[in-house]
C-alpha cells in the first residue's frame, strides 16, 4: 500500500505541482484526437527507438532519440524545447524511460502513445518511411 502512495506521489501528484501535465492515449485516440499536433510548431515529436528501428518508419516530424544511450538526458534536453513533447517508441519500455528522464527537468505537457509504433502499424495509421 505504501509502495503505491509512493508511485501515485511520484507520477501524478509531482508532476503537477511543477506544471507538468501527461496524457496517455493509444495510437488510435492519439490519431483520432491529437495527430494535427505532429505539424504544430509547438510540439516536438520524440522516437525513442534505434535509429534502425527508426529507418523502418515513424510517424511525422518525429525526432529519433534512443532511449537507451548513454547520453539520452542531454539529446532530451536539447530536443524538449517546446510547449509539448510527444513521446513514441516501439511499444511503452523506452517511452517510461524517456518520460522518467523528462520528469527530472521538462515541465511541459507530454503526450505518450503507450502502444507505440507496434500499434500505430498494427491500426494502419500513417508513417513516414525514409
Not at 16 to 21: A, K, M, P, V, Y
Not at 106 to 110: A, D, E, F, H, L
Not at 118 to 123: E, L, M, S, T, V
Given at each position: 500500500m505504501k509502495t503505491i502512495a509512493i508511485l501515485i506521489l511520484a507520477f501524478v501528484i509531482l508532476p503537477?505541482?511543477?506544471?507538468?501535465?501527461k496524457l496517455v492515449v493509444t495510437s488510435v485516440e492519439f490519431y483520432e484526437n491529437y495527430?494535427?499536433?505532429?505539424?504544430d510548431s509547438n510540439v516536438v515529436v520524440i522516437d525513442g527507438r534505434?535509429?534502425?528501428m527508426f529507418a523502418t518508419g515513424?510517424?511525422?516530424?518525429?525526432?529519433?532519440?534512443d532511449a537507451d544511450v548513454k547520453n539520452?538526458?542531454?539529446?532530451?534536453?536539447?530536443?524538449a524545447v517546446k510547449p509539448t513533447v510527444v513521446v513514441i517508441c516501439t511499444t511503452n519500455r523506452r517511452t517510461g524511460d524517456?518520460?522518467?528522464c523528462l520528469d527530472t527537468f521538462?515541465?511541459?505537457?507530454?503526450i505518450a502513445i503507450d502502444d507505440g509504433m507496434?500499434?500505430?502499424?498494427?491500426?494502419g495509421l500513417p508513417i513516414i518511411v525514409p
Open positions: 503537477q505541482l511543477h506544471g507538468q501535465e495527430y494535427h499536433l505532429l505539424s534505434t535509429p534502425a515513424h510517424i511525422l516530424n518525429a525526432i529519433q532519440i539520452v538526458e542531454d539529446l532530451l534536453k536539447a530536443a524517456i518520460i522518467k521538462y515541465r511541459g505537457k507530454i507496434r500499434g500505430w502499424k498494427a491500426n
